[in-house]
């Protein structure tokens, strides 16, 4: 049962910009609290930008200044416009829910590869 899916990645050189989205089934009602996460290899899944209604958003310290995350509850879409990526950006991106026990099944994520 497909509850995620995530689009958008790809390969750009450093300095590109890429602009993920990730879609939340129809039939579930988009949750107040999302968020990106990344994980690259051999590394851990980490968080990098959540969104929260009625909050403003908030980013890991990596991200900072470079990545924006949005959401249209009219779509049940949740993006993350990522700007002067760097290498150290490449990871499969996958988003879900943030400061919550309830969690969306995880998703097949999106491949970002940041490479000259």
């Known amino acids: 049962q497909v509850q995620v899916v995530e689009s958008g990645g790809g390969l750009v050189q450093p300095g590109g910009s890429l602009r993920l989205s990730c879609a939340v089934a129809e039939h579930i009602y988009m949750p107040a609290a999302m968020g990106w996460y990344r994980q690259a290899p051999g590394k851990q899944r980490e968080l990098v930008a959540g969104?929260?209604?009625?909050?403003?958003?908030n980013y890991a310290d990596s991200v900072k200044g470079r990545f924006t995350i949005s959401r249209d509850n009219a779509k049940n879409t949740v993006y993350l416009q990522m700007d002067s990526l760097k290498p150290e950006d490449t990871a499969i991106y996958y988003c879900?829910?943030?400061?919550?026990?309830?969690?969306?099944?995880w998703g097949q994520g999106t491949q970002v590869t940041v490479s000259s």
């Open positions: 879900n829910t943030i400061n919550s026990p309830v969690r969306l099944l």
């Open positions: 969104i929260t209604q009625g909050r403003a958003p």
